[in-house]
């Protein structure tokens, strides 16, 4: 049974920083894709930034040049660490998995329980 838990959630004044983990678990094969999404209260949930079996990273446009995402494969435990927060960043963000390769661009097949973080100003 593959398992998702978040951690590294919680309050933040603008301008500060967080790392969210994410540890991956019930699976042997290296995965296909992790990624970050986040929901804001009355918003679609959005991806955030996506990593692939091969290295290569993709990230929203809103959080380009702030945010990096990293993984490690022995671990299975993905990050996410969040620079120069603002309050718009404010969700709760969700670790996804895609399990196979080629099929990054669908929803995830797992995701985890959600960590929330809020940037006050």
């Known amino acids: 049974q593959v398992q998702l838990v978040e951690s590294g959630g919680g309050s933040v004044q603008s301008g500060g920083s967080l790392k969210l983990s994410c540890a991956a678990s019930g699976f042997t094969s290296r995965s296909a894709c992790m990624g970050w999404f986040r929901q804001a209260p009355g918003q679609e949930r959005e991806r955030v930034a996506r990593?692939?079996?091969?290295?290569?990273?993709n990230y929203a446009d809103s959080v380009k040049g702030r945010f990096t995402i990293s993984q490690d494969n022995a671990k299975k435990t993905l990050y996410l660490q969040m620079n120069s927060l603002k309050p718009e960043d404010t969700a709760v963000y969700y670790c996804?998995?895609?399990?196979?390769?080629?099929?990054?661009?669908?929803?995830?097949?797992?995701w985890g329980q959600g960590t929330q973080v809020t940037v006050s100003s």
């Open positions: 996804a998995l895609w399990i196979i390769v080629g099929y990054c661009s669908l929803p995830p097949a797992y």
């Open positions: 990593i692939a079996i091969d290295g290569t990273t």
